[in-house]
T-cell receptor
Framework: NAGVTQTPKFQVLKTGQSMTLQCAQD?????MSWYRQDPGMGLRLIHY???????DQGEVPNGYNVSRSTTEDFPLRLLSAAPSQTSVYFC????????????FGPGTRLTVT | KNEVEQSPQNLTAQEGEFITINCSYS?????LHWLQQHPGGGIVSLFM?????KKHGRLIATINIQEKHSSLHITASHPRDSAVYIC???????????WGAGTKLIIKP
């Protein structure tokens, strides 16, 4: 199993550009989520999904969109990048069947200039 | 005020020392997670516990639900234990976790 994969690992964007961060898992987990991690702060939840076709907002959803058309994939879209979105982004998955143990992707380091 | 608080924020110790990292929470939780984030950035789950104590190698995690407190202990610490340790609580059957800010641990040889 590959676990949780994320692409790209690094990305530099100019203000106003849009892009999609990809996340995929091969563990058939129902629950997937996107976090951002900023220096000195804990993980903050952006959006999450409890299954295909179901998404909801987390703590810091503004400026981001998600969709979940399949169990495996959960892309995060930045609509119009801003310097405040410079951060490290993590995708995670979990499952009630595995007691919600969290499996994280390797992260995407995004810089917006 | 954060609902999940960790202490200390930073900890530097010598190789071989016994390490304790604390996690206190102000909300009712059904389970608590401990995770480790390596300097390279990867985050891995160490423990999930809802009561008592769990042990894995040199790592021990304890939780007291009534006192709303959990501890992560590392015995015979080693420089490779240097990482950020994060605790997160799960409320009831809620999918979402409430995250602590992390404790940065440095073990010097």
């Amino acid at each position: 199993n590959a676990g949780v994969t994320q692409t790209p690992k690094f990305q530099v964007l100019k203000t106003g550009q849009s892009m999609t961060l990809q996340c995929a898992q091969d563990m058939n987990h129902e629950y997937m989520s996107w976090y951002r991690q900023d220096p000195g702060m804990g993980l903050r939840l952006i959006h999450y999904s409890v299954g295909a076709g179901i998404t909801d907002q987390g703590e810091v959803p503004n400026g981001y969109n998600v969709s979940r058309s399949t169990t495996e994939d959960f892309p995060l879209r930045l609509l119009s990048a801003a310097p405040s979105q410079t951060s490290v982004y993590f995708c995670a998955s979990s499952s009630p069947g595995h007691l919600y143990e969290q499996y994280f992707g390797p992260g995407t380091r995004l810089t917006v200039t | 005020k954060n609902e999940v608080e960790q202490s200390p924020q930073n900890l530097t110790a010598q190789e071989g020392e016994f390490i304790t990292i604390n996690c206190s929470y102000s909300v009712g939780i059904s389970a608590l997670h401990w995770l480790q984030q390596h300097p390279g950035g990867g985050i891995v789950s160490l423990f999930m516990l809802s009561s008592g104590k769990k042990k894995h190698g040199r790592l021990i995690a304890t939780i007291n639900i009534q006192e709303k407190h959990s501890s992560l202990h590392i015995t015979a610490s080693h420089p490779r234990d240097s990482a950020v340790y994060i605790c997160a609580g799960r409320e009831g059957s809620n999918y979402q976790l409430i995250w602590g800010a992390g404790t940065k641990l440095i073990i010097k040889p």
